[in-house]
DNA sequence: TATCCATCATAGACACCATCTATGGTTTTC
DNA sequence: GAAAACCATAGATGGTGTCTATGATGGATA
């Protein structure tokens, strides 16, 4: 059974056993003396014992309070170890960054270790996640940074990076590998890979449907790294952001498909700690300059 | 500096933690789904620092959550323990017990050493005090018991015992040895020792006054003790309860001073714990016969 | 002996808090 | 697509922690 002694109350008692006083004691823990005199009698009724005998001009602990007072030290040092593991833990410095999953990890961690390069002792902690997935970390403060879609162009909470645009790929040695544009009739007979978390899913939907085309559907994934090499190996084209191309496919431009997205460092939420704070600083400008 | 983090909020904490979800948690710390939900949120406010990483459906611990935990249970563990030496200390019953400065000790030392015999592993704690030091005790349950003046009549707090009257005691050799009643009157020239806690000073001083009788003060004492071997040795006469009287005094009767006064066993204000109740009633039925 | 001082306890006012119910938002399951 | 499970938020409300004002008491001092 769990005692319901409260830990501002063990705090009184202390003053009162270390200043031999309430109202010396109420001056040290902040509070007034009626305050502190009915907070120990709080006490007394939460524990079922009298501590402090007391007359006028003098207090002293009973037999109670007496056994007490080891236990109630215990029990604050044990708060206080228990701060002192959590904010220990974050001295060395550490950016938790959550990354966009259709962000290529490859740029992405060319982008990081260029920096480590510059800071070695910074840590991160990457999380991937989808827009939506990103935003609610970042907001419960369970993420300092996020790299993500800008939409918004709200300037005080992430700072405008790169945009780029959604190209289309296809295999090496597609009839169209020797043309860089095409259009949408001309895929009517070709196949398409879907990555389900693409966020430009429903427009390059509408983009085809208002064409008349109808590519087919022949492979779905929401694992980008597994589309791209579906689309490698021969089984059809997909709609990727130009940061995910490598030299495994070919680029064509689809006419009228002009979708692109704008990038953006998602700032903390909160006041980082003290430690944090330098090297978080140090990031952004990088990340500005990186990817401008 | 004292962390300040809350007792309940671990316990919530823990619930989480056993539960793997705040819905079950929140039924495990008797509280609602939301207020355990806004409990954790304090905690991790108060700790600056995520302790869960919240999904829907799935609840996990951060490292901070992870670091916190054993942390978290030691804290509990102490606040148990301290809660536990305060009880087990309670539990051979002890009598704290007030008595009437002004009662003989030799008969109260009797009446215990009687009970004793009879409840051998009982356990006093004797407090003198004066009738108002004791009301003050019993009320803030500093005090089990009292036995002290009897003044209201109420009979749910006390039990009510003998009465005693105050009688004048003098040297055994006084000029009045021989005599059992005497005057004020008989006094004018006589030497008075004062009893500085005596229950009845005014009323005796009117005694005196009415009677235009001025006996002379030769000493004061708050020592009874001390007064009573003055008398014995001759330094003069004072007033006292009978039962302060042993055989190194004579008593004489003064006319028309008829001070008495009801002894009273003054009840708990509380209720006691199981293991003492046993035994305060016996108590209290063997005080109620032996002082009848 | 009267007055003053130091100290604890109580009373009433008040801003804040812990908890409730109701409900929203999201994800998973069927 | 609907239902279920689960966490988060909003608003209402009784309870609480703290304040100021003041009472009660005993010791010190004049």
Redesign the interface.
């Known amino acids: 059974?769990?005692?319901?002694?409260?830990?501002?109350l063990l705090?009184y008692f202390l003053a009162v056993v270390e200043t031999g006083n309430f109202t010396r004691a109420a001056e040290r823990a902040f509070v007034t003396q009626p305050t502190l005199s009915a907070g120990i009698k709080k006490l007394e009724q939460q524990?079922?014992?009298?501590l402090f005998?007391?007359s006028n001009r003098r207090v002293f602990l009973?037999?109670?309070g007496t056994?007490?007072l080891p236990?109630?030290r215990?029990?604050?040092h044990?708060?206080?170890?228990?701060?002192q593991?959590?904010?220990e833990?974050?001295q060395t410095p550490v950016i938790r960054l959550g990354i966009l999953h259709t962000l290529s990890n490859r740029t992405v961690g060319m982008l990081l270790e260029q920096f480590r390069q510059l800071r070695p002792t910074v840590a991160f902690e990457i999380v991937d996640g989808t827009e939506q997935e990103l935003e609610n970390r970042l907001e419960?403060?369970?993420l300092d940074f996020a790299l993500s879609i800008n939409r918004s162009g709200a300037m005080d909470t992430v700072v405008n990076l790169r945009s780029e645009p959604y190209v289309f790929i296809v295999p090496k040695h597609h009839r169209y590998a020797e043309r860089t544009r095409v259009s949408a009739v001309d895929l009517a007979e070709d196949y398409m890979i879907v990555r389900t978390r693409c966020e430009v899913l429903s427009e390059t939907s509408r983009y085809f449907t208002d064409r008349n085309v109808r590519p087919r559907l022949v492979y779905r994934t929401p694992n980008d790294s597994r589309a791209i090499a579906m689309v490698a190996a021969g089984l059809g084209g997909t709609v990727v952001p130009q940061s995910l191309v490598d030299d495994r496919v070919h680029v064509v431009r689809l006419n009228g498909f002009d979708l692109e997205r704008h990038l953006g460092l998602f700032l903390p939420r909160y006041e980082l700690?003290l430690e944090t704070k330098d090297i978080a600083q140090a990031f952004v400008e990088y990340v500005s300059e990186a990817w401008a």
Do not use: K, W
């Open positions: 059974m769990v005692s319901m002694m409260d830990i501002y705090r524990v079922g014992h009298v005998e007391r009973t037999d109670a056994r007490f236990r109630a215990a029990i604050i044990e708060c206080n170890v228990a701060q593991v959590l904010d833990a974050t419960d403060r369970s700690p």
